[in-house]
Nanobody, 126 residues
Framework: QVQLVESGGGLVQAGGSARLSCEASGFTLDLYSMGWFRQSPGKEREGVSCIRMQDGDTYYTDSVKGRFTLSRDIAKNTMYFQMNSLKPEDTAVYYC???????????????????WGQGTQVTVSS
């Protein structure tokens, strides 16, 4: 059974940092792409960043480039999301996502066969 368990997040001041983790179980990571989506009230779920676990190739949406860094630890079945220089507009529920045998372009466009974590709130105060 595929499970994605997120941790991290919370309340952060603007300009500060936060680190999210997503621990995966029930599947072989190197066959997957994994990523982070976020959703704030009244907005659609947005693909923020993705990593192809096999080779570490990454994607970032323009609004987070240079501020957020996605990495993986295959041995720990875990993906990490380091978020620096946070802005109030980064406030959202962040969801870990994973999909098998697809690239980041597909995952970031809400691929139907995506596994989801439960979500973790990140609130950036001004």
């Amino acid at each position: 059974q595929v499970q994605l368990v997120e941790s991290g997040g919370g309340l952060v001041q603007a300009g500060g940092s936060a680190r999210l983790s997503c621990e995966a179980s029930g599947f072989t990571l190197d066959l997957y792409s994994m990523g982070w989506f976020r959703q704030s009230p009244g907005k659609e779920r947005e693909g923020v960043s993705c990593i192809r676990m096999q080779d570490g190739d990454t994607y970032y949406t323009d609004s987070v480039k240079g501020r957020f860094t996605l990495s993986r630890d295959i041995a720990k079945n875990t993906m990490y999301f380091q978020m620096n220089s946070l802005k109030p507009e980064d406030t959202a529920v962040y969801y870990c996502a994973a999909a098998a045998r697809v690239g980041c372009n597909t995952l970031m466009n809400l691929y139907p066969n995506t596994y989801w974590g439960q979500g973790t709130q990140v609130t950036v105060s001004s």
